[in-house]
């Protein structure tokens, strides 16, 4: 089943209340569009994902696109600035998204912006980029930015029916190694690092044992550990939060009295 018929299933479900499948549905199909439409909102007939919001209780409403050729046509009107000037992939993703939906969005912004006899032209790295992750972006090394970390709430991957025999699992997509890779101005990549993960996080361990660049204590049993705020907040929601809670996203130093949590749970 293709995203378009997906969506018009989950349009069905969510306005037919006499007949919300349609005639030979199978069960296990019947069950993933229910589960899938909690995720979604029909207003006027027209059908919107509703997208949690980061650090916010309330929902985006984005409204579905169903036909590929609005598609295109959203995406080329996204990708075009003012004086015929041409947006990035991720400006225009950005602008793309905040009104519209429809799964595998970024990758039809990729596929058009890799048809863009423009874009195409500014890969000759002419002009010096200043901005790392475009600089990424341009390469094809693209960060993962979680653009469409939401998109798999969805759960339209797999609407069509699958036999209860002996089925193959589904295959994994491997999951790719954060390198520091070294590249001429041209683009061509020369030489990479695939320890560098591990040299970034013994470069910080360094710093909290030399308290170099710390900028918060934590309080644990009358003893005093020193840490840095953006690992424990990249590391635990529950730092992140409490860090925003207490207004302790600036620069300067934080105190932090764990005294009542067990070390283990948060060290």
């Given at each position: 089943m293709s995203s378009e018929e997906s969506y018009r299933a989950i349009l069905r479900y969510?306005?037919?209340?006499?007949?919300?499948?349609?005639?030979?549905t199978e069960g296990n199909v019947k069950r993933k569009i229910r589960k899938a439409a909690a995720c979604y909102v029909v207003r006027d007939g027209t059908l919107y994902y509703q997208r949690r919001q980061r650090h916010r209780k309330t929902f985006a409403e984005l409204e579905v696109v169903l036909q590929p050729e609005r598609r295109w046509g959203l995406i080329e009107a996204a990708h075009l600035g003012p004086g015929g000037t041409h947006h990035t992939q991720h400006q225009t993703w950005h602008d793309l998204s905040k009104t519209y939906w429809w799964r595998g969005i970024l990758k039809q912004v990729k596929d058009y912006i890799k048809q863009c006899s423009k874009c195409q032209e500014?890969?000759?790295r002419s002009r010096p980029i200043s901005d790392a992750s475009e600089m990424l972006e341009e390469l094809g090394l693209d960060l993962e930015s979680g653009e469409e970390s939401n998109e798999s709430e969805d759960d339209l991957s797999n609407f069509t029916s699958t036999p209860t025999t002996a089925s193959k699992p589904a295959k994994k997509k491997p999951i790719s190694k954060h390198e520091l890779v070294f590249v001429d101005t041209k683009g061509v990549v020369k030489r990479s690092s695939p320890k560098h993960?591990?040299?970034?996080?013994k470069q910080l361990n360094e710093q909290r044992l030399s308290n170099q660049f710390c900028d918060v204590t934590l309080l644990i049993e009358g003893e005093e550990y020193k840490a840095h705020k953006s690992v424990l907040s990249a590391n635990s929601e529950y730092f992140r939060d409490l860090f925003i809670e207490k207004g302790a996203i600036s620069s300067h130093e934080a105190v932090v009295d764990l005294s009542e949590?067990?070390?283990e749970r948060e060290l």
């Open positions: 969510l306005t037919n209340e006499c007949e919300p499948y349609a005639p030979g500014k890969l000759d993960c591990q040299a970034v996080l949590r067990r070390r």
